[in-house]
């Protein structure tokens, strides 16, 4: 079973967006989804994503007003709270950058 982790960003007991590491792949998934849908990509695509993010790239936001990167769907609330867990470097380990933080 995956060490999943959130942002400090999401209130205590809040679904949230979770990230976990399995080897050399990273999981993205959210914790309210009944469905269970788990994105997994390699750590640099991670690190992609991680950089859009914090270069201010907007939410992958649906028409319906929801968020969604590949399976996984989340609010636009959640989502904000994992952006900001990003550009404070919450989740910088989990693209192979142990200490450093992804340009």
Not at 20 to 39: I, K, R
Not at 47 to 73: S, W, Y
């Amino acid at each position: 079973m995956p060490d999943w982790q959130k942002s400090s960003y999401c209130g205590q007991g809040e679904s949230c967006v979770h990230v976990a590491a399995d080897d050399a792949t990273v999981l993205l998934m959210e914790s309210a989804d009944p469905s269970g849908a788990v994105l997994r990509m390699p750590q640099n695509e991670f690190a992609d994503l991680l950089a859009d993010i914090k270069a201010g790239a907007p939410a992958p936001t649906a028409p319906d007003g929801t968020v969604r990167l590949g399976p996984v769907t989340t609010t636009t609330e959640r989502w904000h709270a994992f952006q900001e867990g990003v550009r404070h470097g919450e989740f910088d380990h989990f693209a192979g950058t142990p200490h450093a933080t992804v340009a």
